[in-house]
């Protein structure tokens, strides 16, 4: 595994999924800055300034080269050209070939398909580019409608530990979620339609 240099912009049916720019500032503050965004992601809510010191590390976030590195992506709204979220893809270990994915999304555009057609390009990714085996999603237990989403991308419910995390001042119980290259590429055959734009 030599690491991942996608080329960019990914394109899915609605959005299109790039590294971060300087100007995406005011469009990352308006979800970076909301509680009901931040709620179970590890970062606190930010202002402006914390904003742009977070986006500065982000700019070269557009490559993974060793294990333990983070892709993250902005998820742009191709209709408007607004950055809608963040999704992620970590190449957790090179000898395990575990990755895992991750996203945050501005509430505005909840409940409409992006947050789940962003992680299904994470997923691809991770299987089809940097060749993983399993990719994993952690998510602490009362976050409903990511679990929906996890499951929804035909990911599994494999563990569910309690108080596993000292998590924003207080325990939180934890679930993880799995998926094989293998389950992955039998399933792609069935959704490879659909899942073109």
């Known amino acids: 595994m030599s690491g991942l240099h996608p080329s960019y912009p990914l394109r899915t049916e609605r959005l299109e999924l790039r590294p971060h720019r300087r100007s995406d500032l005011e469009d990352l503050l308006a979800f970076h800055s909301d509680p009901d965004v931040v709620r179970y992601v590890p970062w606190p809510v930010r202002d402006r300034e914390q904003t742009r010191v977070a986006l500065e ?59 789940s057609e962003a992680a299904r390009e994470m997923l691809r990714l991770g299987f089809e580019e940097l060749g993983l085996h399993r990719i994993v999603a952690l998510l602490d237990d009362r976050n409903t409608a990511s679990a929906q989403l996890l499951e929804r991308l035909g990911m599994r419910r494999e563990a569910h530990h309690l108080q596993a995390l000292w998590f924003k001042d207080e325990w939180c119980n934890e679930y993880v979620y799995a998926l094989l290259r293998d389950e992955w590429l039998s399933g792609r055959s069935g959704s490879a339609a659909s899942d073109q734009g």
């Open 57 to 115: 590390a982000k700019l070269t976030q557009d490559r993974v080269t060793q294990e333990g590195q983070w892709l993250v992506l902005a998820i742009e709204l191709r209709e408007t050209g607004t950055v809608i979220g963040e999704a992620l893809l970590k190449w957790a270990s090179e000898a395990d070939q575990l990755g895992e994915i991750g996203y945050a999304l501005h509430v505005g555009y909840h409940g409409k398909g992006y947050a």
